[in-house]
């Protein structure tokens, strides 16, 4: 199954929706694959990726890579950052 999230205004949530999304189902025990095709790179960096530092999809499109040599394996539940309310003091 894929699912997209996709809409032209800025700022409406696809990346955050995107992660969460792929967290969500992880922990359903389904296997994801989160598709960072967005040049700002946001959900690469979500996941605490340096985007400077690993080959991309720019990569793959201009034949550089092959696809396979882009993947990463993440796993989601591990990067959760805990949060408490004196956040907000
Ligand atoms: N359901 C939500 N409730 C409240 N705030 C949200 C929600 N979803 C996203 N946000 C906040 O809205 C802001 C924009 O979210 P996000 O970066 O996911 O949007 P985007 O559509 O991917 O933006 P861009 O167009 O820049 O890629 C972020 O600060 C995010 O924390
Ligand atoms: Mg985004």
């Given at each position: ?5 996709s809409i032209?205004?800025?700022g ?6 995107t992660v ?14 989160i598709?960072d095709?967005?040049?700002q790179?946001s959900a ?15 990569e793959v ?5 092959d ?20 956040a907000?003091?």
């Amino acid at each position: 199954m894929t699912i997209r999230f996709s809409i032209f205004k800025g700022g409406t949530g696809k990346t955050t929706s995107t992660v969460s999304n792929a967290a969500a189902l992880v922990k359903k025990g389904k296997k994801v694959l989160i598709v960072d095709q967005d040049q700002q790179a946001s959900a690469t960096r979500y996941l605490d990726i340096d985007p400077e530092q690993s080959p991309s999809l720019y990569e793959v499109f201009t034949g550089v890579e092959d696809v396979s040599n882009v993947l990463m394996w993440y796993s989601l539940q591990a990067s959760l950052k805990p949060m408490t309310l004196n956040a907000i003091e």
